[in-house]
């Protein structure tokens, strides 16, 4: 057995102990495998042991991989980093998922270049709830203004929530973070179908999942460190 099939298999156990925890179902907890850095052979030792959904955060790297990739059909990438206006015409049928939509100038160049394509894209939006200067997410106090934006927009189609919490070296000290998302989303919920809360990474995604995260970021504890 190879170290990313190993790898998966402890984080299934986390993910079940951790779901079970908070009285949900592991299987409603979605694992997004941060493939990132990693060339696609990687990948395919993660889809042989039974992933499917990969998070990428740079558009032309994921575009690379994405073609290589192209005769497994059931691969599924997301795009999880930081998206820049003139990326987005390079999106169409990419990604499964865009987790990183921060601002109504993106969802106004989606807007622009789906309608021409006639492509509806499935999108989260991404809070900066710390509110930490310099980071990208949509402050809370935009929020509001933001939703109903990408609400009238007919090219996107909102899945739900996506956080980046600030980094602690003690992960329990994003909990709040955590639950002031989960928060929002129940929020949202109420006058919106979503689905997804994005939030959790390698070093706190037990910690997430309990205060409501159903998918997960997982890079370096899947493939190891990046270099
Ligand atoms: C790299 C990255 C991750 C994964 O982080 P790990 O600590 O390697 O698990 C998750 N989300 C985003 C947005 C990332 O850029």
Redesign the pocket.
Request: hydrophobic share 45%; glycine share 12%; aromatic share 8%.
């Given at each position: 057995m190879n170290d990313v099939k190993r790898n998966i298999e402890i984080i299934r156990e986390r993910i079940d102990k951790a779901a079970t925890k908070s009285w949900r179902k592991p299987e409603d907890i979605h694992i997004?495998a941060?493939s990132?850095t990693y060339p696609a052979e990687k990948v395919l030792d993660a889809y042989n042991a039974g992933l499917r959904v990969f998070?990428e955060?740079k558009v032309q790297e994921a575009l690379e991989k994405i073609e290589i990739l192209s005769s497994f059909k059931d691969i599924k990438f997301h795009l999880?980093?930081h998206l820049q206006t003139n990326k987005v015409k390079y999106l169409k049928d990419k990604f499964e998922l865009i987790?990183?939509v921060d601002r109504i100038e993106i969802v106004q160049e989606m807007q622009k270049r789906f309608s021409k394509l006639n492509h509806i894209q499935d999108i989260l939006i991404q809070v900066n709830i710390a509110r930490e200067p310099q980071k990208s997410g949509v402050l809370p106090e935009d929020f509001d203004e933001l939703l109903e934006y990408v609400l009238q927009a007919n090219f996107v189609r909102l899945k739900g929530l996506?956080l980046?919490p600030p980094f602690f070296d003690e992960p329990q000290l994003n909990r709040d973070n955590f639950r002031k998302m989960y928060k929002l989303f129940e929020k949202i919920k109420t006058y919106t179908d979503v689905e997804y809360l994005?939030m959790g990474?390698?070093?706190d995604?037990e910690i997430a999942i309990e205060e409501g995260s159903n998918m997960v970021?997982?890079?370096?504890?899947?493939?190891g460190?990046?270099g």
């Open positions: 997004v941060v990132k998070g955060n999880i980093g987790h990183s996506m980046i994005s990474m390698s070093d995604f970021r997982i890079g370096t504890a899947i493939f460190k990046r």
